[in-house]
């Protein structure tokens, strides 16, 4: 969205343009600086209309008074340089002037898909000149000043450096223009390896940083987090020096030096968790499209579950003459709100298989979603009467996503557990929900306890009645290292599915195996072909285990293997039960 002209303090009559977003991962904000002497364009973004509006008001700019026109990019990523790339012939014929850091002007001159991240917008790139290599290496060194030539103007750089810390040097670059007009560089790595930021007067362009911990972000090709951690120090430096008056981001709003402080401090609080995390590329991309898909399936059945009954207990607590309690788990969850935010997210889905939406947006809309379902919640979900193993799943649905996004591999709760043991009390429990009037037997003299249990006992119905579920152990005892609140979860997710197909049976075998163990997990509605095949291995994983439908004799099966308690892992093919 385009503003109004404001006048920059500081800068000796420079008046800024900016161009600013919403947030989006496909198109950054730009900004256009009118100087005495000079046009300045910070970053390009990479949308059409914003790119042919941002031209626009150069051209009008330009016509009161010709002058030197230059890009200066806060790092080569194509959703802030686009503009440039995509529209190089016209740049070079216009004699537009092109500054980068040194690292992203070779990645933007090798038309290098993974630096500028082109490779995760699924587009090619063709390589892009680039007059003026900022802080470079051999600047970073030695300092000093030296002098370029850019479309036929002299540009002076002059190179000094800030001591933040014991640990920690601030690079800062002086860019002069033969016009007069100045501006300030400072190298800012972690985000991307070319990140910078611009200083005009007393206003200061930070591209990226707020968000370099972000999920989808964090992880990008050469991001570092300790490189991140030190500009993040660097950067207070800069805005608690009192020459600050403003920010400007790379994506939505500008801030005041307040609030950047503020975020800064939460950005480094987040990106010091993410020193283990793995890198951002196509591949995990795609995985963690794979759990989006799955996590938007698996929430919205999930959350019908919890939904329906929470209705449904309120219904007969109405009926009891228990008002004000009906009232309460009517409220206990905004369900309303989280199917709002799950019918949005089944609507980007369909936008993403028409086309219209590209995978890396997909996976930063899940982000989203996520966190807008886990703050709808709230304290909801700790309330007793609620099927603890409902919530558990809604909760590692939801954190199993992030995970997928940063790369963690998070299994905090695996130990070592008697396989033939768990899954005996699992079918037993599932069986026979007789602890629940247990409980309201054991809470008879305590009118509130006794409620409370009453509530549990309509909030939780018999479940698999038309399904008969049974177990057969052919080894024990099987341990193995493993999550089993996990694990007996995944299991039911699974049984859940084969009776929503009709299944009258579901027969679990647990069995040893020469590395370790295997559960399969045999049905009348399972075939070779089973849909949610992939949805289950990637849930199995999450508790240790290695998920495959395999067929036998024509008849099809669900295995998931594990290694034993002192196995070194497995590979290869599933092992077969004994």
């Not at 385009?2 to 919403?22: H, Q």
């Not at 979603?369 to 193993?389: F, H, M, Q, T, Y």
């Amino acid at each position: 969205m385009e503003g109004d002209w404001i006048e920059i303090p500081g800068s000796g009559g420079a008046t800024l343009l900016p161009f600013t977003r919403y947030p989006d991962v496909c198109c950054s904000n730009a900004y256009l600086v009118s100087t005495p002497g000079e046009i300045i364009v910070i970053d390009t973004g990479a949308d059409e209309a914003h790119i042919a509006s941002l031209v626009a008001a150069i051209r009008a700019a330009n016509g009161e008074r010709p002058r030197g026109v230059s890009v200066l990019l806060t790092h080569c990523h194509l959703d802030h340089a686009h503009g440039v790339i995509r529209h190089r012939e016209r740049i070079a014929s216009s004699r537009v002037a092109v500054f980068a850091q040194e690292e992203g002007a070779l990645a933007l001159e090798a038309g290098d898909p993974h630096q500028t991240v082109a490779e995760m917008y699924g587009r090619e790139i063709e390589p892009v000149p680039v007059d003026v290599h900022l802080l470079t290496r051999e600047d970073r060194a030695c300092g000093g000043e030296r002098t370029v030539e850019a479309c036929g103007r002299t540009v002076r750089l002059s190179t000094d450096q800030m001591q933040v810390d014991d640990g920690t040097v601030l690079y800062r670059q002086h860019v002069t223009y033969q016009s007069g007009t100045t501006c300030t560089v400072y190298y800012m790595p972690g985000h991307s390896p070319d990140s910078i930021f611009i200083r005009i007067g007393e206003h200061l362009f930070i591209g990226d940083i707020l968000f370099a911990a972000s999920p989808g972000i964090a992880g990008l090709h050469r991001w570092n987090c300790d490189h991140l951690c030190a500009s993040i120090r660097a950067a207070r430096l800069i805005l608690e020096s009192g020459e600050i008056a403003f920010c400007w981001n790379g994506h939505g709003r500008g801030l005041s030096v307040s609030d950047t402080l503020k975020a800064l401090g939460s950005l480094e609080t987040e990106a010091k968790k993410l020193k283990g995390i793995s890198t951002f590329d196509p591949d995990r991309l795609r995985a963690s499209v794979s759990y989006a898909r799955d996590m938007l399936i698996e929430a919205g059945k999930l959350f019908s579950v919890i939904g329906g009954r929470l209705y449904y207990l309120s219904y007969y607590l109405e009926e009891l003459g228990e008002t004000e309690e009906a009232e309460r788990y009517r409220d206990l969850l905004q369900n309303d709100a989280i199917d709002e935010f799950l019918t949005n997210f089944s609507t980007f889905a369909g936008e993403l298989g028409e086309g219209r939406k590209i995978e890396i947006q997909f996976v930063l809309k899940a982000v989203q979603i996520v966190g807008k379902i886990e703050r709808a919640l709230g304290s909801g979900p700790n309330d007793p009467v609620l099927d603890a193993s409902l919530i558990r799943r809604v909760r590692y649905l939801l954190t199993d996503c992030l995970s997928t996004v940063y790369g963690l591999n998070e299994r905090l709760n695996d130990r070592n557990v008697d396989l033939a043991e768990c899954l005996e009390t699992f079918v037993a429990r599932l069986k026979d929900p007789s602890y629940l009037d247990d409980a309201m037997i054991a809470a008879a003299e305590d009118e509130a306890a006794f409620l409370t249990a009453l509530a549990a006992r309509i909030a939780n119905p018999v479940i698999f009645e038309e399904t008969a579920v049974s177990v057969e152990v052919r080894t024990r005892p099987l341990p193995v290292m493993t999550d089993p609140d996990r694990l007996c979860d995944g299991i039911t997710g699974l049984i859940e599915d084969l009776a929503a197909a009709g299944a009258k049976n579901v027969a679990i075998t647990v069995a040893g195996t020469p590395d370790g163990a295997t559960i399969a997990i045999a049905s009348d509605a399972l075939h070779p072909d089973w849909p949610y095949a992939g949805v289950y291995e990637r849930r199995f994983a999450r508790c240790g285990g290695r998920c495959a439908v395999e067929t036998r004799d024509g008849t099809a099966r669900v295995e998931v293997c594990f290694a034993g308690e002192d196995a070194p892992g497995m590979s290869g093919p599933a092992p077969r039960p004994t």
